[in-house]
Nanobody, 117 residues
Framework: QVQLVESGGGLVQPGGSLRLSCAAS????????RGWYRQAPGKQRELVAT???????NYADSVKGRFTISVDNAKNTVYLQMSSPKPEDTAIYYC???????????WGQGTRLTVSS
C-alpha cells in the first residue's frame, strides 16, 4: 500500500504564492502518472494538474500559467507551485497516483487551501 502525505496548505492572500508537497512512501510512484486534484465546498473533485512518468504535464484551463507541477524523484515527492492564487482556488487539494484504468488509484488525505485577503 502506498501512503501519500500532503503538506503546505493554509491561508494565502490573492496574488501571493504557495507550494504544496506530496511525499510518497515508496519510489514505485515514479512508474505512474501523479497529480493534484481539488474539491471546493459544494463542488465535485476536479483535476488541477498531472505529470506522467516521462514528464509530460497537463493542467486544468483554470490554472494554466499560474500553477506548476513538478517532481523530485529522489524524494518521491510531487509539488504544486501556486502563483497568483485566486479566491476561487480555495479548496481541499488531494495528491493522486494513477496506476491505470484497471487499478485503483492512490489518494492522499488532502490539504486545505484558503485564498483570502
Amino acid at each position: 500500500q502506498v501512503q501519500l502525505v500532503e503538506s503546505g496548505g493554509g491561508l494565502v492572500q490573492p496574488g501571493g504564492s504557495l507550494r504544496l508537497s506530496c511525499a510518497a512512501s515508496t519510489s514505485i510512484v515514479r512508474l505512474y502518472t501523479r497529480g493534484w486534484y481539488r474539491q471546493a465546498p459544494g463542488k465535485q473533485r476536479e483535476l488541477v494538474a498531472t505529470v506522467t512518468r516521462d514528464g509530460s504535464k497537463n493542467y486544468a484551463d483554470s490554472v494554466k500559467g499560474r500553477f506548476t507541477i513538478s517532481v523530485d524523484n529522489a524524494k518521491n515527492t510531487v509539488y504544486l507551485q501556486m502563483s497568483s492564487p485566486k479566491p476561487e482556488d480555495t479548496a481541499i487539494y488531494y495528491c493522486n497516483v494513477d496506476r491505470g484504468r484497471n487499478y485503483e488509484s492512490y489518494w492522499g488525505q488532502g490539504t486545505r487551501l484558503t485564498v483570502s485577503s
